[in-house]
């Protein structure tokens, strides 16, 4: 009876929503059906105003493995642009929660019609489950490493566009986040590894694995992330980063440490809580907004590019779109 009571409140809730998408993944050994939320910024003044996705360029496929989100969007009150999702739990009143330490997540994207200045981002934070008082199933509750003092943990599984990309560790304590992250960004280190065309040894012009796994120590502590991409049936390891006076291949405390970052303890902390999973699509309000990602040492890219602020990039790419399948959470 209370599992019925809640499934009706859940749809009662979602009423009105449209098109609503769910997606198939796999979470340490199960194959879940999440339903999409969309976060309550794109829901009008209340916070709690109905979505219909189609208009707003977020759709599953026939079979539920794959989900895909337009740069341009429409909704009730105004033209957007990208969107910001969250997966919900079967009782429809929480989000999903994963635990990564002695994890692999890995998932297939296709960023083939991703500009620069855009970034399609999938990570996890550490936000309350049941979301705000108005509920997870508005989108609400939401928190990241930018926050300032109201910051949380931010694990960047992927950020990136067809140009550029980079993983990192947004580790918080004390009321401060660390806003840059430990990252890792390949273009520092080879111009040539990721791109579109085939020339790349990363390919963005078509369909590719990124993998990511977090390793622990003998105590049980997160003690190094690992990134590697699966293309053509054939595993391409990241290449090694050069900081100081030492090379390195995955993100350790060491690393952290050369290039200035927090340690991987803050994270180690938070992942034990367990994060929600964010798939966002966004782009700047401002020209060279999305530098840090793709421009100078980060990426090909010009540099504050005045074409590079959102409104002229939906004008120039009415049809970018991201399209993530196969997300798989798997232990070690």
């Known amino acids: 009876m209370m599992k019925a009571t809640i499934i009706l409140l859940f749809l009662i809730l979602h009423a009105a929503d449209k098109n609503v998408p769910k997606?198939?993944?796999?979470?340490?050994?199960?194959?879940?059906?999440?339903?999409?939320?969309?976060?309550?910024?794109?829901?009008?003044?209340?916070?709690?105003?109905?979505?219909?996705?189609?208009?707003?360029?977020?759709?599953?496929?026939?079979?539920?493995?794959?989900?895909?989100?337009?740069?341009?969007?429409?909704?009730?009150?105004e033209n957007e642009w990208g969107s910001r999702l969250y997966l919900l739990n079967a009782d429809g009143a929480n989000y999903e929660i994963v635990y990564l330490k002695n994890k692999e997540v890995s998932f297939d994207v296709n960023m083939s019609t991703l500009p620069c200045s855009i970034n399609a981002a999938l990570y996890t934070v550490e936000m309350p489950k049941a979301g705000s008082d108005k509920g997870a199933q508005y989108g609400?509750?939401?928190?990241?490493?930018?926050?300032?003092?109201?910051?949380?943990n931010e694990m960047?599984?992927?950020?990136?566009?067809?140009?550029?990309?980079?993983?990192?560790?947004?580790?918080?304590?004390?009321?401060?986040?660390?806003?840059?992250?430990?990252?890792?960004?390949?273009?520092?280190?080879?111009?040539?590894?990721?791109?579109?065309?085939?020339?790349?040894?990363?390919?963005?012009?078509?369909v590719f694995t990124v993998v990511t796994q977090f390793l622990t120590d003998a105590s049980g502590a997160l003690s190094e992330v690992r990134r590697s991409y699966i293309q053509n049936g054939k595993t391409i390891p990241t290449p090694p980063v050069e900081a100081g006076g030492k090379t390195y291949d995955s993100i350790t405390d060491p690393y952290c440490a050369a290039t200035n970052a927090r340690s991987l303890a803050g994270m180690d902390a938070s992942?034990?809580?367990?994060?929600?999973?964010?798939?966002?699509?966004?782009?700047?309000?401002?020209?060279?907004?999305?530098?840090?990602?793709?421009?100078?040492?980060?990426?090909?890219?010009?540099?504050?590019?005045?074409?590079?602020?959102?409104?002229?990039?939906?004008?120039?790419?009415?049809?970018?779109?991201?399209?993530?399948?196969?997300?798989?959470?798997?232990?070690?």
């Not at 969309?38 to 599953?60: E, H, K, L, M, P």
């Not at 009321?175 to 960004?185: P, R």
């Not at 367990?274 to 782009?283: D, E, K, N, P």
């Not at 590079?308 to 991201?322: C, D, E, H, S």
């Open 140 to 152: 609400t509750g939401y928190c990241d490493a930018q926050g300032g003092s109201d910051g949380c």
């Open 23 to 77: 997606l198939k993944w796999i979470n340490d050994g199960v194959e879940v059906t999440s339903t999409i939320t969309q976060d309550t910024v794109s829901r009008g003044t209340t916070g709690t105003g109905d979505i219909d996705y189609n208009s707003t360029g977020v759709y599953a496929s026939e079979d539920g493995k794959s989900l895909t989100q337009r740069m341009d969007t429409v909704t009730t009150w």
């Open 156 to 206: 960047d599984l992927w950020e990136a566009n067809s140009a550029a990309t980079q993983l990192a560790v947004h580790s918080c304590s004390g009321g401060s986040c660390d806003t840059g992250g430990c990252n890792v960004n390949p273009y520092r280190t080879d111009t040539g590894y990721y791109g579109s065309g085939e020339k790349f040894t990363v390919d963005t012009s078509k």
């Open 271 to 332: 992942l034990d809580k367990g994060h929600v999973v964010v798939i966002s699509l966004w782009a700047s309000d401002d020209a060279g907004g999305m530098d840090w990602l793709d421009s100078g040492n980060n990426g090909p890219c010009q540099a504050n590019d005045p074409q590079g602020a959102r409104k002229q990039l939906v004008k120039a790419y009415p049809n970018a779109l991201v399209v993530y399948s196969n997300l798989v959470v798997k232990s070690l």
